[in-house]
């Protein structure tokens, strides 16, 4: 059909413009020096209009209308593709030019201002850009729901996670909150005596030397250096450019743990955008990763699920000797202590398996709330004390620098991101559930314990990467697992890890 080839040609297109922008965007994170940064701004944007102007263009709808009429004539996979096509139209569609500028405005003076703010816990500075960024995402939220029909805050969630209700994400966190803070409090109880018996490491491990472990973690896990690479930065993230793929990551010289599991965590998200298939259809919006949850299931999986289980510290205790030196540290034992500790901490990017989860529930309450405008921006640092004093017994006031300050996403008004995040560790987990069903919990184990995990990549490869976005995510979950997602498998496997120190 003439028309579906057109609109193949037009995000092939597209395609190719967004290859260049992830190029632009982890360049200005990583090698381009100050003085590049408004040049390349100026640059980014034009690229970034020219994508929105083919995108939202009339043409685009006619086609998107012709085919619809047409849908039958197709296979199924460009059956999706379609649908991802109107995915992508819809959203670019559904806000004015005179909005989105605004917005660039709001959110580039917020971005601006918020290091600062941080850095000397000033939230009183950053409120007027905090009620900016709020307006500008209600009003989004109006756009979209409008447009879509959908909840404000639905609208927003669906950015990032298209594919699942409100219903399971709202079931997943009710569910989570009644036993997660409790859990955590048994733990740190139960551990408090382990916690004294953990050999510190010895500092300063150094940089060149992390480099080439963490180079050795991303050879176990298949990544192709000649076709992607890692280097530095402050906040690790992969560029998503799938066949040059941009790891980053960041290290400190007191320990491994920041440098190893921040590469792994980003190796995940590469392994996965890299193999999204169909691969016949690469270049098309049918073969892109599916959704940030499902991304992040990806990232967790290989960072969270396998890196902190007791098979990966036989794994890594020799490699840790062979690349950092040998030290009392480096135990299998002491080793599997140091990736399984649980500490209550104020820090969401540096928070254990355990906790992370909390955090997120505090941050998803306050940006629904927000975006509902059943909360104002003054109210945040107060809700952010109480949420974080139920859910991990600890207080922020006065501290807005460890506390509502500490993520960037409110800045860029990024509201209805932070879900996809443990929605995504939930779902690792069941993931995990079905391929230790599938091969045997011996043999995952052994694949681990001997970093030859073909077998475990080839079913992630088989349950989900090879699907791309043949199908919505919650469809994507059922096929891979057998079942919609169920906090019982995030409970069971954090009781089993944490609590019986079984895994
Ligand atoms: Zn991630």
Known sequence: MDAYRELEGLFKKLYNFNHLLCLGFWDGRTMMPPKGAAARGEAMAELQRLVHDLLAAPRTRELLDTVQQHLSELSTVEQANV?????QYTREAALPADFVQRKVRAVTAARAAWPACKRDNDFA???????QTVGIAREEAQHRSAASGEGLYES?????????????????????KTWLPGLLREVLDNDKDAVSSIIPMQAPLHFDRQM??????????????????????????????????????SFNEESYKQCVFATIHET????????????????????????????????????VVIG???????????????????????????????????????????????????HILARYEIERDLIEGTMEAADVPRVWNDNMKEYLGLETLGRDDIGCLQDIHWSQAYFGYFPTYALGSMFAVQLMATI???LGDDVVQECIRTGKMEPIFTLQKELIWDKGCLY???????????????????????ERRYLRHED
Not at 83 to 87: F, G, P, V
Request: aromatic share 8%; proline share 4%.
């Open 83 to 87: 649908r991802e096509m109107e995915l």
């Open 125 to 131: 500075a950053f409120l007027p850009h905090m009620e």
């Open 156 to 176: 927003l969630f669906h950015m990032y996670e298209p594919g699942m209700s409100m219903e399971t994400l709202t079931c997943a966190f009710e569910d989570v």
């Open 212 to 249: 080439l472990l963490a180079k050795h973690f991303m050879r176990i896990w298949g990544f192709d250096f000649e076709a992607g690479r890692l280097d530095l930065t402050v906040h690790p993230f992969t560029g998503m450019v799938k066949e040059d793929s941009r790891i980053t990551m």
């Open 268 to 303: 995940g998200h590469s392994k996965y955008e890299t193999s999204c298939g169909p691969i016949e259809l690469r270049g098309q919006p049918v073969c892109e990763g599916r959704s940030m949850t499902v991304h992040e299931s990806q990232s967790r999986f290989a960072e």
């Open 308 to 358: 902190c289980s007791s098979a990966f510290a036989e794994l890594a205790t020799p490699l840790l000797r062979e690349h950092l030196g040998d030290q009392p540290a480096f135990t299998v034992e002491n080793v599997r202590k140091l990736n399984q500790q649980v500490t209550r901490g104020h820090i969401r990017v540096k928070a254990d398996e355990l906790s992370y989860s909390l």
């Open 436 to 438: 230790k069903k599938q």
């Open 472 to 494: 919505e995510t919650e469809d994507l979950l059922r096929r891979a697992t057998g079942e919609r997602l169920r906090t019982t498998h995030f409970k069971e496997h954090l």
